[in-house]
């Protein structure tokens, strides 16, 4: 059974960082394109950033130069080192493993709230 166990969320204040971690089970990463999403309320879910098996990154506009998306397959691990938080990122954020043939799987997602 796959499984993909998010955690790091929670409340900050803008301008400050958070480090989200996706821990995964019953599959071993290395094999697949590792991202995270997020999802706002009264919004369509959204392609944050993802890493493909060969380190290549991709981000979205809006997190570029803020947001860092890393792997660790040895822990069988993702994470996104998320800095300057504004408002908008307040979202609840979702991993994901897709191979590149066949899997797509996701985590039951984190909340990420950024105020004052």
């Known amino acids: 059974q796959v499984q993909l166990v998010e955690s790091g969320g929670g409340l900050v204040q803008p301008g400050g960082s958070l480090r989200l971690s996706c821990a995964a089970s019953g599959i071993s990463i290395m094999f697949y394109t590792m991202g995270w999403y997020r999802q706002a309320p009264g919004k369509q879910r959204e392609l944050v950033a993802s890493i493909t098996r060969d380190g290549t990154t991709t981000y979205a506009n809006s997190v570029k130069g803020r947001f860092t998306i890393s792997r660790d397959n040895a822990k069988n691990t993702v994470y996104l080192q998320m800095s300057s938080l504004k408002p908008e990122d307040t979202a609840v954020y979702y991993c994901?493993?897709?191979?590149?043939?066949?899997?797509?799987?996701w985590g039951q997602g984190t909340q990420v709230t950024v105020s004052s």
């Open positions: 994901n493993a897709r191979g590149e043939v066949i899997g797509n799987f």
